[in-house]
């Protein structure tokens, strides 16, 4: 599918004659390859692996470039669901950052593991640890398997200590486990962050906090060969410090109105490369417009609102299921037709209400991705 643009475009780079009906989740593929290249370098600079989250996207495509461009780092998945999506695609280094307990998903997990020429999982506590174990052993396997910490988020993670270091000896003395190493997600990090200097102190003090941890699993006598940290907006500060080997960002790939807030210091919103292109179905009033982008578009799961990419003649207001709601201000010129492309709050769950990504790059469509981890939550 390739789709021309007429030579003026206006302020949405994709107008009516395009032939793209709307809603549409819209890439820059400009913007793509300037966010990747900055957390390569970044991953290259620091000798940490770049093994990237592919919950944000669920597009074998993306993830393989992810992987390819990361010097094979590999990929993070969500659920056991995307990690077979993405191993069906011929990915075959995948970490599942999430605990799995039901046998018959244990069941898929063993299998899906001898598979692979790497593959790891997620565990917390001996209420999920004994049944991988149980499982592995079952069909005469050996599963690697990542101890998850809890430094302050306050999720899943076991908190550091005496507790911790048991099940790490748990782990490595279970006879169909292999004790791979330990991650910790330094979300709560971000919480009222106002300075990129106030963001990298939080993560400093955190990675010493997690490099605490990992001595006293050390010292009672389990080697530590990874520790894995890191979300889009705390990867560039948690991957400076020593006890990192590796850092798993998803959304930076394509940013959202949320890391434009928290990463002010360095994204403006030509780095956010998705977009929600919606067209103007109403306009009732000289100050108020209505568009076919609402909750079953854009995810509404956070309290940000979507950001205009290329207006600032109009806020997001509000929005029902199939309406979103626009305030103009007085010198707006917009009309019923026009389009408006829309930064979402969150990119990770908007993707998930979309069957299809349209890549773009110099005005044309160029690459048509489906979604094909889309759902996959079992």
């Given at each position: 599918?390739?789709?021309?643009?007429?030579?003026?475009?206006?302020?949405?780079?994709?107008?009516?004659?395009?032939?793209?009906?709307?809603?549409?989740?819209?890439?820059?593929?400009?913007?793509?390859?300037?966010?990747?290249?900055?957390?390569?370098?970044?991953?290259?600079?620091?000798?940490?692996?770049?093994?990237?989250?592919?919950?944000?996207?669920?597009?074998?495509?993306?993830?393989?470039?992810?992987?390819?461009?990361?010097?094979?780092?590999?990929?993070?998945?969500?659920?056991?669901?995307?990690?077979?999506?993405?191993?069906?695609?011929?990915?075959?280094?995948?970490?599942?950052?999430?605990?799995?307990?039901?046998?018959?998903?244990?069941?898929?997990?063993?299998?899906?593991?001898?598979?692979?020429?790497?593959?790891?999982?997620?565990?917390?506590?001996?209420?999920?640890?004994?049944?991988?174990?149980?499982?592995?052993?079952?069909?005469?396997?050996?599963?690697?398997t990542i101890l998850?910490?809890?430094?302050?988020?306050?999720?899943?993670?076991?908190?550091?200590?005496?507790?911790?270091?048991?099940?790490?000896?748990?782990?490595?003395?279970?006879?169909?486990?292999?004790?791979?190493?330990?991650?910790?997600?330094?979300?709560?990090?971000?919480?009222?962050?106002?300075?990129?200097?106030?963001?990298?102190?939080?993560?400093?003090?955190?990675?010493?906090?997690?490099?605490?941890?990992?001595?006293?699993?050390?010292?009672?006598?389990?080697?530590?060969?990874?520790?894995?940290?890191?979300?889009?907006?705390?990867?560039?500060?948690?991957?400076?410090?020593?006890?990192?080997?590796?850092?798993?960002?998803?959304?930076?790939?394509?940013?959202?109105?949320?890391?434009?807030?928290?990463?002010?210091?360095?994204?403006?919103?030509?780095?956010?490369?998705?977009?929600?292109?919606?067209?103007?179905?109403?306009?009732?009033?000289?100050?108020?417009?209505?568009?076919?982008?609402?909750?079953?578009?854009?995810?509404?799961?956070?309290?940000?609102?979507?950001?205009?990419?290329?207006?600032?003649?109009?806020s997001y207001e509000?929005?029902?299921?199939?309406?979103?709601?626009l305030t103009l201000?007085?010198?707006?010129?917009?009309?019923?037709?026009?389009?408006?492309?829309?930064?979402?709050?969150?990119?990770?769950?908007?993707?998930?209400?979309?069957?299809?990504?349209?890549?773009?790059?110099?005005?044309?469509?160029?690459?048509?991705?489906?979604?094909?981890?889309?759902?996959?939550?079992?």
């Open positions: 599918m390739t789709v021309r643009t007429p030579g003026d475009a206006g302020p949405s780079l994709f107008d009516p004659v395009d032939g793209i009906e709307t809603p549409a989740v819209l890439v820059d593929l400009d913007a793509v390859d300037r966010n990747v290249d900055d957390y390569v370098t970044f991953a290259r600079e620091h000798d940490v692996t770049l093994r990237s989250h592919v919950k944000t996207h669920k597009i074998p495509e993306l993830a393989h470039m992810q992987h390819r461009r990361s010097g094979g780092g590999g990929i993070v998945c969500q659920t056991l669901g995307e990690a077979e999506v993405m191993a069906t695609s011929g990915i075959d280094d995948i970490y599942l950052s999430y605990m799995v307990v039901e046998p018959s998903k244990l069941d898929r997990l063993v299998w899906l593991s001898e598979r692979l020429s790497a593959f790891a999982t997620t565990v917390d506590c001996r209420g999920n640890i004994d049944p991988l174990q149980s499982a592995a052993a079952r069909h005469d396997a050996v599963v690697t998850e910490l809890d430094i302050g988020y306050g999720r899943v993670g076991v908190e550091p200590g005496d507790h911790a270091i048991e099940l790490a000896r748990h782990i490595r003395d279970a006879p169909n486990l292999a004790f791979g190493g330990v991650m910790s997600f330094e979300a709560h990090v971000k919480s009222g962050v106002d300075s990129r200097a106030q963001l990298e102190r939080r993560c400093e003090a955190a990675m010493d906090e997690l490099a605490v941890a990992v001595a006293e699993i050390e010292d009672a006598g389990v080697a530590v060969p990874e520790v894995k940290v890191g979300g889009t907006a705390t990867s560039k500060f948690s991957g400076r410090h020593p006890v990192a080997t590796e850092i798993n960002p998803g959304m930076y790939i394509f940013n959202d109105t949320g890391e434009l807030s928290i990463r002010s210091y360095e994204l403006d919103r030509s780095d956010c490369a998705l977009t929600v292109l919606s067209t103007v179905i109403s306009k009732p009033a000289a100050d108020r417009a209505v568009v076919d982008a609402g909750s079953k578009s854009i995810s509404m799961d956070t309290d940000r609102l979507p950001i205009a990419k290329h207006r600032d003649d109009l509000r929005a029902s299921e199939e309406h979103g709601w201000d007085g010198a707006s010129d917009l009309a019923v037709g026009d389009r408006v492309e829309f930064i979402p709050p969150h990119v990770c769950t908007t993707v998930n209400l979309h069957d299809t990504l349209l890549g773009h790059r110099d005005g044309e469509i160029r690459s048509v991705w489906d979604v094909q981890a889309r759902g996959k939550v079992k």
